[in-house]
């Protein structure tokens, strides 16, 4: 890298370990986990690149003078003695003409060519299952549907015995390990302390706070440490004469929640925070107060007295102590409620409030745009839902979860197009993403690309082989161009994955009725198995008249007129649509032939 670049890129590795540079991410609406390298510096270096094409040095010299003032960040001088100069402007003219001079040279070698290809290819493929989104340091994934995952090369804290009971089955545990640091006090004691004077006083039985001795310097320890314990949460940290920096790991976290909106496809809610920093200044009562509120929030809200947590945030929120870092943190308390709301109680309306007050302590987070997009695409408001997608990917062009709902929202609006080109940029993010596949797969079919849709479904099934709405899919496409073969093959299969989906019983007796006009015998029993499925498992009138419809034509087809009539009276009786009044016309008019 160029001087200056360098300068900046050493000074944070200077003064910030990992998780705090996980921190100043979050503030800067960078998603940790999507930038490339392993390790503080490679970070580091990932991040000044990715906010330099970006076009935000001005707000990385910012977060970085309010948060770290201590840094002395290069700064140029004059060219003549008295002129004046803005020194803001300058600097970030030097660092936009470095990045740009460095990558025109890096990428003339051929071997940056290659990894250019290679990213543009791949498009780093970002794991967001579901996205996993962090409030504060974290950003899909999420999700996708699933559960939270950690390393495999979690270092292993030295095994030491364990200084407390482990967690009981369904308490929460709270871990406050010792803080490392040179000045003449004990914060570690001191935050236990107030904690365990304040969780008596909540009354919550089912939560505990322990003190353990063990130092801790990076998240992934505190992880180990938790599982020992069978923690929730473990409070760690650094201090000095000024003050103390409290992180959080959230351990043992819950799962990703999915969201059924239509066509079978997932909208991915994202996890709640698994980790995140403060800032608390020595001897302030109403920081250690809000910490205090802060934590008990996070016990109530894993211990899944939602109630609680709402009133302990609440009361945080209401300190409205000053110090730094802090409006991060508030941030967070309005997710946490957000997420309360849209998750656990179904208020989607006061989630929205939410992250719209999260917004205005963090304005340009990714996290709080997603969040909220998703509460409006539950109500039906797909525009407004599409305008907060957006807003995410002005953030961050990366969020491969996004394009996938914000693909969802455009299908809704019945806007294909729209919704093809954010299924190709989710897909080109993450090749394998099969609820991606298939949404696009849904929109070939919708628009009768069946070639195309049977791609994405073969694609699909070779990923998953019981995936059973692409056997559907699939054979559904064949069917419509005319490969009944292959069709009748994939409903088959989907009998065999699923015997309990009546769905596939009477598509397959439809073709054979209608279609094939061929095993007609076949096609009684598998649409009275479609007839019985549905009474047993009580599915709506509408679909149940359609499987008598289907059964009733192939008693029409077979010659049996008088079964036919019954079968589409009944139908009739139940949804009198179109096309079964269509069907019984034509079995009257069978009945007054000669």
């Known amino acids: 890298m160029p001087k200056n670049l360098t300068h900046l890129h050493q000074s944070i590795v200077r003064h910030y370990n990992l998780e705090e540079l996980r921190t100043l991410c979050f503030n800067l609406g960078i998603n940790y986990d999507d930038l490339g390298g392993e390790g503080l510096s490679a970070k580091t270096r990932e991040l000044v690149l990715r906010l330099g094409r970006n076009k935000r040095f001005d707000k990385l010299l910012t977060t970085l003078r309010q ?14 003695i008295g002129e004046k100069i803005d020194t803001d402007t300058i600097a970030l003219k030097t660092l936009y003409a470095e990045l740009s001079a460095f990558e025109r040279t890096s990428l003339s070698t ?17 794991v967001l299952v579901c996205v996993v989104i962090v409030l504060v340091v974290l950003i899909k994934s999420k999700s996708t549907p699933t559960s939270m995952s950690f390393s495999t090369n979690t270092p292993v804290v030295t095994l030491t ?94 799962h990703l929640v999915s969201v059924r909106i239509e066509l079978a496809e997932t909208a991915n809610l994202p996890s709640e925070p698994d980790r995140f920093a403060l800032y608390i200044t020595r001897e302030m009562g109403s920081q250690l107060s809000y910490l205090s509120l802060f ?78 997009g998703l509460c409006y695409a539950q109500l039906g408001q797909y525009k407004k839902a599409i305008q907060d997608f957006d807003q995410v990917i002005q953030q961050d062009e990366f969020f491969a979860e996004v394009y996938f709902n914000r693909a969802n929202a455009h299908t809704l609006l019945g806007d294909y197009t729209a919704a093809t080109a954010d299924f190709n940029k989710a ?22 690309n069946n070639e195309e849709a049977i791609d994405d479904f073969d694609m699909i099934i070779s990923l998953e082989p019981t995936h059973i709405d692409a056997h559907y899919g699939r054979g559904f496409a064949h069917a419509e161009l005319g490969e009944y073969d292959r069709a009748i093959a ?38 009275e198995k479609a007839i019985e499925l549905a009474e047993e498992q009580s599915l709506d009138d509408s679909i149940l008249a359609g499987f008598l419809d289907t059964l009733g034509w192939a008693y029409f087809k077979q010659g049996d007129i008088e079964s036919a009539e019954v079968m589409l009276l009944r139908a009739i009786d139940l949804h009198p649509g179109q096309e079964i009044r269509e069907h019984l016309r034509k079995v009257k008019e069978k009945f007054n032939e000669p």
């Open 427 to 448: 897909i080109e993010q993450r090749p394998d993403d099969v609820n991606a596949l298939y949404g696009r797969g849904v929109i070939h079919l919708l628009s009768q």
């Open 161 to 254: 015995p364990l200084a407390a009971a482990t967690a009981r089955p369904g308490e929460v545990l709270v871990l406050v390990a010792e803080f490392k640091g040179e000045a003449d006090y004990d914060p570690s004691t001191w935050i236990f302390s107030r904690l365990e004077s304040d969780l008596k006083d909540s009354a919550m039985l089912d939560a505990r706070i322990e003190q353990v001795s063990d130092i801790l310097k990076t998240a992934d320890e505190a992880q180990a440490l938790g599982q020992r314990y069978g923690a929730t949460l473990v409070i760690w940290g650094t201090y000095d004469k000024f003050g103390i920096w409290p992180h959080y790991k959230v351990v043992h976290g819950q």
């Open 110 to 126: 051929p071997a940056a060519k290659e990894r250019t290809k290679l990213f543009l290819a791949t498009s780093v493929t970002i």
């Open 295 to 372: 934590t008990l929030g996070q016990i109530a809200y894993f211990s899944q007295e939602y109630d609680h947590a709402l009133t302990f945030f609440d009361k945080a929120l209401s300190l409205q102590p000053e110090g730094v870092n802090l409006e991060s943190s508030k941030a967070m308390l309005h997710f946490f409620r957000g997420y309360i709301y849209q998750v656990f109680e179904g208020d989607l309306q006061s989630a929205i409030i939410e992250y719209s007050n999260g917004l205005k302590f963090a304005s340009d987070n990714p996290s709080l745009y997603f969040n909220r």
């Open 67 to 80: 948060n770290r003032p201590e840094i002395a960040l290069f700064v140029p001088t004059a060219t003549n």
């Open 490 to 527: 994939d409903y088959n299969d989907m009998i065999d994955l699923d015997p309990q989906n009546a769905n596939v019983y009477n598509e397959l007796a439809w073709l054979y009725a209608d279609t094939l006009e061929t095993n007609l015998n076949q096609a009684i029993k598998l649409a």
